[in-house]
């Protein structure tokens, strides 16, 4: 089985702030990785695919990259509706999603 | 795309439950439907997949034995079933789209969530 570990669990931040949030699979799902946001009482949202690729409709100001073993999802500049939690999603092995990490206003 | 799931429902433990997941807005048989539950407060959590075409499933380990998955394609409408319920099984159920990318994919359309209840 994959694990998902995100770090950190829980953040604070304020508007403008560059933020980033990372996710580890063991082992290795490679390039298949998937962000998502979820605002309470919604579904989940896709941000980003396969480690990079914006989902079409989603703010440039979101990017995915991939350093060494670390996925790690970027909000380059926080606006009021980013604070929610994001989800990184493996579909390299079965599906399983990571614990999660709440963004929340400084 | 859309994807509307069925009503709230309340069980008693060792029940089961019956949630549906009506799509429109582009080929039913086209993408895989995944379910995803969310118990109150915790994560998101995988529970399978049904290939609406073929009628082919996968399920999740641990739910393997108390889970199906079907579809009905005169009504474009996927359905899961799980049995033997207990509290742990109190959620919020979605359905998701897959859509594709290599062999692999990701999630680009949910249903609203269906919330299932497990009491005494």
């Known amino acids: 089985d994959i694990q998902m570990t995100q770090s950190p669990s829980s953040l604070s931040a304020s508007l403008g702030d560059r933020v980033t949030i990372t996710c580890r699979a063991s082992?290795?799902?490679?390039?298949?990785l998937n962000w998502y946001q979820q605002k309470p009482g919604k579904a989940p949202n896709l941000l980003i695919y396969a480690t990079s690729t914006l989902q079409t409709g989603v703010p440039s100001r979101f990017s995915g990259s991939k350093s060494g073993a670390d996925y790690i999802l970027t909000i380059s500049s926080l606006q009021p509706e980013d604070f929610a939690t994001y989800y990184c999603?493996?579909?390299?092995?079965?599906?399983?999603f990571g614990p999660g990490t709440r963004l929340e206003i400084k | 795309v859309q994807l509307v799931q069925s009503g709230a429902e309340v069980r008693k433990p060792g029940a089961s439950v019956k949630v549906s997941c009506k799509a429109s807005?582009?080929?039913?048989?086209?993408?895989?439907i995944h379910w995803v539950r969310q118990a109150p407060g915790q994560g998101l959590e995988w529970l399978g997949w049904?290939?609406?075409?073929?009628?082919?499933?996968y399920y999740e380990e641990k739910f393997q034995g108390r889970i199906s998955m079907t579809r009905d394609t005169s009504i474009i409408t996927a359905f899961m079933d799980l049995s033997g319920l207990s509290s742990d099984d109190t959620a919020l159920y979605y359905c998701a789209r897959q859509n594709y990318y290599d062999s692999s994919g990701y999630f680009d359309s949910w249903g609203q969530g269906s919330l299932v209840t497990v009491s005494s």
């Open positions: 999603q493996q579909s390299y092995s079965s599906w399983t």
């Open positions: 807005g582009y080929t039913f048989t086209d993408y895989h």
């Open positions: 049904i290939n609406p075409n073929s009628g082919e499933t």
């Open positions: 082992p290795s799902v490679y390039r298949y």
